[in-house]
């Protein structure tokens, strides 16, 4: 905030530059994260309302532009914090929708562990192809990692990741997925990769039907997803069936 306040009062703040190296007398501006950040930046912020008791901030609405390095595409953002909101984000949903993708009866292994992806036409990950992959043609792994899940098998990697609100991976129906690690940390994301390929940017959702751990170890886990690469109709489907 400009140097003649001492706190945020309601109202514009333009013609900012990158916090701390902004002119004091205007105040100043930063939004980074996930090991990316601005070497210059110009942008404005507004606080449409704000609130301190006894100095300290409890409450504030705040919306922000900024624009890295000279150019013209803009990061936006709205802020609105109250102090005394405990609410937390929903974690997955529960029951898991009957609707979404599973893989058709008898098309996968009746016993053990398996990888089985179905990719449709048109589908670049994928390349069109159905593929399984027991541990008989494959090694398979799979690790978690708090509310992170990675899979291998072959020269493929899916990372699945919960909402930021879970400690670990818990069964239900994650929705409205971006790509890991670029996704939004309130939903969770997802990504598939493998052979030289992979999305720039996807679509998608993971379920998970069963997860059993003991303590923090993972030890049983049925996963199924669905993404689709740069906005395009064609999907990758994938399910594991995993058991230590």
């Not at 179905?118 to 990692?145: E, K, L, W």
């Not at 818990?170 to 996704?183: K, V």
């Not at 939903?187 to 493998?194: A, C, I, P, T």
């Amino acid at each position: 905030m400009p140097s003649a306040l001492n706190q945020l009062e309601p109202g514009n703040y333009t013609g900012l530059q990158r916090y701390p190296f902004n002119d004091p007398a205007k105040g100043g501006l930063s939004w980074y994260g996930e090991g990316r950040g601005c070497n210059t930046l110009s942008g404005s912020f507004s606080v449409d309302s704000v609130r301190y008791v006894a100095g300290s901030l409890t409450a504030i609405d705040l919306r922000f532009e900024q624009h890295c390095e000279g150019g013209t595409p803009a990061l936006r953002g709205t802020i609105h914090f109250r102090s005394g909101d405990t609410t937390a984000p929903p974690g997955p949903v529960r029951p898991i929708p009957g609707g979404l993708w599973r893989p058709a009866p008898g098309a996968t292994p009746a016993t053990g562990n398996y990888v089985y992806l179905q990719s449709d036409a048109g589908d670049y990950i994928g390349g069109g192809a159905t593929t399984t992959y027991t541990p008989a043609t494959a090694s398979i792994g799979v690790t978690a990692s708090g509310g992170h899940l990675s899979v291998s098998v072959d020269s493929w990697s899916g990372d699945f990741q919960a909402m930021a609100t879970l400690s670990e991976i818990e069964a239900g129906y994650y929705a409205d997925l971006r790509r890991y690690p670029f996704h939004n940390p309130v939903k969770g994301g997802l990504s598939w990769y493998g052979q030289g390929r992979g999305c720039n940017t996807l679509l998608g959702w993971f379920a998970v039907d069963r997860v059993s751990y003991t303590g923090s170890a993972l030890t049983a886990l049925d996963l199924r997803f669905e993404q689709h690469c740069e906005g395009g109709v064609p999907a990758l489907h994938g399910a594991i069936h995993w058991d230590a």
